[in-house]
């Protein structure tokens, strides 16, 4: 573990993520009740200031365009953004896995499923399918917005994850060990469960960190197009109509500052700060937990 100072990082680090995301909202500075915000606020001489108000004593961070705290918006926000980001990645790992292993022969129905999957959305830049399928009308007035995110976002990349898995499976079935079981006419499910899986976990556990922080790579994308997860479709009169985001998850934050660039550059700024943070956590980890296992193996 000394000489591993990467996996000795991404621990740190995500012991710090874990901490601001589920203990962050506890801490008496932080405003839970950030919904309540004033857009109005009274400066010195009683000079009228709006929304939104630059980083000071009372805004560490600054705030957003509604007036609330952004440091605070930050923390309360950290918890869902993880949420949705685990839930992406572990959605894709439940398919991509068995997917992977049934792919692993040469021939046959999942193999080809598995190839075309992967050639199909590999020859897209992840984003832009993200932002075709989150876009359809259908999905974009769904009460249930939020569950077909995390599945499409999930369902997008199975096939590069699969693909990996298959040629891990491949090669570990290639082993002499595995190629002696099949010889003595061991059960295929004793060996998957004895020899394949065992072999291949190291494999899908650094896969599976490393891809958390490109997911969050991914949903801070969507932000800065305004794709967003969570929405819900308001009627505000006869003839007029607008989405309105209903989390304060990092990805509706960045989306949201987009017009703040110029006259508000704390807001993407922090955002964005918090978003490459996740990345780097989970990165780190990753390619920690890969020395690790080679270590190891060794």
């Not at 405003?31 to 004593?57: D, M």
């Not at 990645?89 to 068995?98: D, F, G, H, K, M």
């Not at 832009?128 to 007035?141: D, G, K, N, Q, R």
């Amino acid at each position: 573990m000394r000489q591993n100072r990467l996996l000795v990082i991404g621990i740190i680090l995500f012991v710090i993520l874990f901490l601001v995301a589920f203990v962050g909202p506890h801490i008496p500075y932080v405003e839970k009740e950030i919904e309540e915000a004033s857009r109005v606020r009274f400066g010195e001489g009683n000079k009228i200031l709006t929304a939104p108000f630059s980083p000071s004593q009372q805004f560490p961070f600054g705030s957003d365009q509604q007036g609330r705290d952004l440091l605070s918006a930050l923390i309360v926000g950290a918890k869902d953004t993880l949420l949705i980001i685990l839930a992406i990645a572990i959605v894709r790992y439940i398919v991509a896995i068995p997917l992977g292993l049934l792919a692993s022969r040469k021939t046959g129905f999942f193999t080809w499923l598995l190839s075309a999957w992967n050639r199909i959305f590999s020859s897209v830049p992840t984003i832009f399918s993200a932002m075709l399928f989150l876009s359809i009308p259908v999905l974009v007035l769904d009460e249930d917005r939020l569950f077909w995110s995390i599945v499409i976002l999930s369902l997008i990349e199975v096939g590069k994850v699969g693909y990996v898995i298959q040629e891990e499976t491949r090669l570990v079935a290639k082993k002499p060990f595995v190629e002696a079981g099949v010889t003595v006419g061991i059960h295929p499910i004793r060996q998957l469960t004895h020899h394949i899986l065992p072999n291949i976990f190291p494999t899908v556990v650094v896969s599976f960190f490393i891809d958390i922080g490109r997911t969050a790579l991914l949903v801070g994308q969507m932000g800065i197009f305004a794709i967003f997860i969570t929405q819900t479709f308001v009627q505000g009169g006869a003839f007029a109509a607008q989405m309105e985001n209903t989390s304060l998850n990092w990805m509706t934050l960045l989306g949201q500052a987009r017009k703040d660039m110029l006259h508000a550059m704390w807001i993407p700024f922090y955002t964005c700060l918090a978003i490459t943070f996740t990345i780097f956590t989970f990165t780190i980890l990753g390619e920690g937990l890969r020395r690790y296992y080679d270590r190891t193996v060794d």
